[in-house]
């Protein structure tokens, strides 16, 4: 079973992509996040946003040089995986455009309404609605005094 979800976790995986940071003067605050967003920039140009992500990549791995001119310089090196968010994402939307061609649709592209929507917030609104004015509750959801007799003798 373990050995089948990692086949699956690999195919979901594309062939490396290398790209190169910007220089910078400092490796942690510059040229080590400058690799990570052109690493990420490059994947996303070449198999799209799904892909992007860092944390989810297979054979990751990190280069920093100093160069003559004391800037640093980070090359990143890694198999971009789909990420998690899109691995859910995808089979939803695959589960909803297999069912879409079945229902019927009206003239102007809208879906018909063949039956009476299920007892909803609305029809519980209608429904408590006709109940206060059964009982003589107004619009106010204060019931009226009763009306009294005033005999007079």
């Not at 140009?45 to 280069?63: I, L, M, P, Q, T």
């Not at 063949?114 to 106010?140: C, F, M, N, W, Y």
Request: glycine share 6%; hydrophobic share 35%.
């Amino acid at each position: 079973m373990a050995g089948a979800i990692a086949a699956m976790a690999e195919n979901d995986c594309k062939s490396a992509v290398v790209a190169e940071g910007k220089p910078a003067a400092l490796r942690d605050l510059g040229a080590y996040p400058n690799s990570l967003l052109a690493w990420r920039s490059a994947v996303k140009e070449k198999y799209g946003s799904e892909f992007n992500s860092w944390r989810y990549s297979k054979d990751a791995k990190v280069d920093c040089v100093q160069k003559d001119d004391k800037q640093w310089v980070c090359k990143r090196t890694a198999r971009p995986c789909k990420d998690v968010l899109h691995k859910v994402l995808d089979g939803a939307a695959a589960k909803i455009k297999a069912n879409c061609k079945d229902e019927p649709l009206s003239s102007y592209g809208a879906a018909n309404r063949t039956k009476r929507a299920p007892r909803g917030i609305d029809r519980r609104l209608d429904d408590r609605h006709e109940q206060k004015v059964r009982q003589g509750v107004g619009p106010s959801g204060i019931k009226p005094p009763a009306p009294t007799s005033t005999a007079t003798r």
